[in-house]
Every structure is written in structure tokens, then in C-alpha cells.
């Protein structure tokens, strides 16, 4: 009985996050009477796969030393960064937009995203293996490729696949940093709803990326159930090349801090500060229930549902943004602020999800002795579960309302006209005339994972 509910839970946790976003866009591509031009579209996609091919094959690049530099909370934050803040503070270091522009855009999220799983996996490789190595007269290249390289492949791998599913999906930084010189699939389906009204179109590249995220969520279940095993405790040294990496990553964010202070307040400021109440009420709501649901699942869920839980995961914000729009018209439902809770809601689980997975991997023989002790489930919950995950899920919950407050890729097709939430009203204000409150706010939301991780740190010590 308890493993029906559970499948039963999980059909309806699929049906709500995959299979009803689906069929709505499906259901109206087969309606429209306008057909696909794939040669356009497969031009799109061949440019945007060639720019994040070369940007994530330079992100791997550099992802090493800095994992070697910079500890796994530092490296979060960098992650957290909302794309928006990047695309405004690279164009504020005076690059002109387009390709360069996104370029640094890209990489200031990318190096530290693929630095963080290369540094989870660099944790659970024997350390005795490379005492030996430099025992027997190994020089740091030759211990790389001989003891490191083979144990971090997996981690390689999946940071390729993640970064280049994102640059490929980009929309908020294409359309912001990009200036309309760069295009890629992720802006193409923004376009094809929002602009054009082409449900085919949109649901072909729809279609692409599902495929590709499909294998990608298998592999990310599969790298975090390995995080946790074979630790030795031994921190990886610190270079200086990584730390020269981290200053690249943080170029933009500080690029906004001289104009944000010195720019004089204007009407921007006015319209920016009327869309805050309702954004941190969306997100804050949306990230409660996704630290609860994501603790949940990390403690008691199967490892074979993390594929069905991560998927949302690996799948670019754009593609969940126009699902849920295309779906929630065919119902009637206008966007707002409620269509925006529910589109968040399933990657914010999928990360909450992720975290929590890799919190408790070694908490299962604590729960087997508890078990075995004679403790009942009321017990296990009130005396071991609930002391583990409320720490865990604060963090998470903060982590999920950062992401939220500066998502524009999602709330971009279901916050409405004219923007209902703050990072698409910045997004729409910095395309105008008045720019006097753009890098203000733009360092705003960067500084969010900041203001978040450092109330994580205060409830910790607590």
C-alpha cells in the first residue's frame, strides 16, 4: 500500500510538471494550420549550438582551477546570480552588445556552475591516489591525466551537457546582453509566443529540448547519488589561477556598482519599486513550498523517481515559460502572478530536490538504526528527520527565493503585458530610454544570493 500512494504521488507530481504543460502546447500546434520553417529554424539552432560549444568548451577550461580555488558555497553564489544582472553588468563594463557581450554573460555563470560538480565529484575521489602518484614522481599534469581525469570524465560530461542545454535555451541574456546581434532557440520561442503567435513553431523547439534533457536529468540523478560516497575529508588546495577565474566571474556584478551609485533616482525607480511587493511574494511563496516538497522528496522518494523530480531541472526556463502560457490560455487562465507561482513551482522543486538529495545521502544507516532501535515513524520524524531537514530546508527555501526574484526567463511569457514581476519590468526598462535605474537594480538582484546566503549563515549558527 505505502508504494502505491507513492506512485500515486508521483503520477500526479508528473501529470502537474510535465505531461499538462505538454499537451497544452501539443493540442495547440496541432490547431494552428502554420507550418515549420525548418530551414530557419535549424539555421537557429546550428548558430546557437556553435556559440555554446565554444563557450562551454571554454567554461570546462577553466572550471578546474577554480574548483581547486574556491570552496562549494562561494561557487553557489556565483551560480545564483541572476542572468539579468550578468547581461546588464557585462554591457556596463562598456562592451558593445552582441556576441561578446554574451560571451562574458555566459561565462561568469557557467565556469562556476561547472566548477561546482566538478568539485562534488573531486570530493569523492581517493586522495591516497594521488599521495602515490606524487610518491612514484608524478608531476601535477601527469597525476591529471592519469588519476583525476578518468575519475572527473562523468562530472565533465554532465557540465557539457548542462551548460551547453542552457546557452542554447538562453533567452534573458540573448535578448538583453545579445542586442538582437545573437539569436538562439531559446529566444526563437519566446518570439514564436509571445510575438508571433506560431504554436508549431514553438512546439518544435519545445520538442528538441525535451529530448535533450531527458538523458541529462538521468545523468544528474546518477552524479548526485554519488555525492556523498568515498570522502576523505581532505579539501582540494587552492591555486591562484582559480582565484584570478573568480575575479573574471565576478566582472560584471561589479561593473554595476559605480553606475547604481552614482546614477540619479528617476521614474524607473518608481515603476520597479510598485512590482516588488508582489515578486517577493511569489517567490517567497513558491520557495516554501518547494523547500517543503524538495525535503520531502529528498528524504523519502525512490532513487528512481530523481530522473522525473530533476527534469525540470535541465530544461531551459523558456520552455517551461511558454507550456505553461500556451496551456493556461487553452484553460482560460490569464498570466499574473498565480501562473507565475505554478511555472516556477516544478524547477524550483527539482533544485530543492537536487540540494536535498546530496544533504541526506549519509543519513540513511542513521534512519536503519533508528529502525532497528524501535522507533516508529512519529518518532524517526520528530526526533531525527525534522532536526536534519528544517536546516536543509531553510537553506533550500532561500537558494529557491533567490532563483525566483531574478528569474526573467520564466516570468517573462506569464507575468503579463507591461511585466508584473521585477526582474521582467527591469528586463523591459533596460530596452528604453530611461536607464538611469537599470545597473541600480540589476546589482539588486545580484546581491540577493549574497543577502540570502547570509541569512542561511546566521540560522545555521542559531
Known amino acids: 500500500m505505502p508504494r502505491l500512494h507513492a506512485s500515486l504521488w508521483l503520477a500526479l507530481w508528473a501529470t ?3 505531461a499538462a504543460p505538454v499537451v497544452g502546447i501539443v493540442l495547440t500546434a496541432a490547431e494552428s494550420g502554420i507550418p515549420v520553417q525548418w530551414p530557419a529554424l535549424l539555421a537557429i ?3 546557437s549550438l556553435l556559440l555554446a560549444a565554444g563557450l562551454t568548451a571554454l567554461a570546462l577550461a577553466l572550471a578546474y582551477p577554480l574548483a581547486r580555488a574556491v570552496t ?4 553557489l553564489l556565483f551560480v545564483m546570480v541572476a542572468p539579468l544582472a550578468r547581461a546588464f553588468g557585462a554591457l556596463a563594463l562598456g562592451l558593445s552588445p552582441g556576441t561578446g557581450a554574451v560571451a562574458l554573460a555566459r561565462l561568469a555563470g557557467d565556469v562556476p556552475l561547472a566548477a561546482l560538480l566538478l568539485r562534488a565529484r573531486l570530493r569523492t575521489r581517493p586522495r591516497s591516489w594521488l599521495d602515490a602518484a606524487a ?3 608524478a608531476g601535477p599534469w601527469r597525476r591529471f591525466l592519469a588519476v583525476e581525469w578518468p575519475h572527473l570524465r562523468p562530472a565533465y560530461l554532465l557540465a557539457a551537457v548542462c551548460i551547453t542545454l ?12 545579445g542586442g ?4 538562439t532557440l531559446g529566444l526563437a520561442l519566446r518570439e514564436a509566443v509571445l510575438l508571433d503567435a506560431h504554436p508549431r513553431r514553438a512546439a518544435a523547439i519545445a520538442a528538441v529540448f525535451a529530448a535533450i534533457a531527458l ?3 538521468w545523468a544528474l540523478a546518477r552524479g548526485l547519488r554519488a555525492v556523498g560516497r568515498n570522502r576523505e575529508g581532505r579539501e ?5 589561477a582559480g582565484l584570478a577565474i573568480l575575479a573574471l566571474c565576478a566582472a560584471p556584478l561589479a561593473a554595476l556598482v559605480v553606475p547604481a551609485v552614482t546614477w540619479p533616482l528617476g521614474q524607473g525607480d518608481s515603476l520597479l519599486l510598485a512590482q516588488l511587493p508582489a515578486t517577493l511574494a511569489t517567490a517567497g511563496a513558491s520557495a516554501v513550498l518547494a523547500a517543503a516538497l524538495g525535503c520531502v522528496t529528498g528524504l523519502a522518494a525512490p532513487a528512481r523517481w530523481s530522473p522525473a523530480l530533476l527534469l525540470p531541472l535541465a530544461l531551459p526556463p523558456a520552455v517551461y515559460g511558454a507550456a505553461w502560457l500556451v496551456t493556461a490560455q487553452q484553460l482560460g487562465w490569464g498570466p499574473g502572478a498565480g501562473l507565475t507561482l505554478v511555472t516556477l513551482l516544478p524547477g524550483q522543486v527539482a533544485i530543492a530536490h537536487a540540494g536535498a538529495t546530496a544533504a541526506f545521502a549519509g543519513a540513511g544507516p542513521l534512519a536503519d538504526a533508528a529502525r532497528d532501535l524501535g522507533a516508529g515513524p512519529a518518532a524517526r520524524a520528530r526526533w531525527l528527520w525534522w532536526p536534519l531537514a528544517w536546516p536543509v530546508g531553510a537553506a533550500l527555501a532561500l537558494v529557491a527565493f533567490a532563483q525566483a526574484v531574478g528569474d526573467a526567463g520564466t516570468a517573462a511569457f506569464t507575468s503579463g503585458p507591461g511585466g508584473s514581476t521585477l526582474a521582467v519590468g527591469l528586463e523591459i526598462l533596460g530596452r528604453g530610454a530611461d536607464l538611469g535605474a537599470v545597473p541600480r537594480w540589476a546589482l539588486g538582484l545580484g546581491l540577493v544570493p549574497l543577502l540570502a546566503a547570509a541569512l542561511a549563515a546566521l540560522l545555521r549558527r542559531r
Open 215 to 217: 538523458p541529462c536529468a
Open 166 to 177: 542552457l546557452a542554447i535555451g538562453d533567452a534573458t541574456l540573448a535578448a538583453v546582453a
Open 72 to 75: 562549494a558555497p562561494w561557487l
Open 180 to 183: 538582437g546581434k545573437r539569436y
Open 135 to 137: 610518491d612514484l614522481g
Open 16 to 18: 502537474f510538471a510535465l
Open 45 to 47: 539552432a546550428a548558430d
Open 236 to 240: 582540494p588546495p587552492e591555486r591562484r
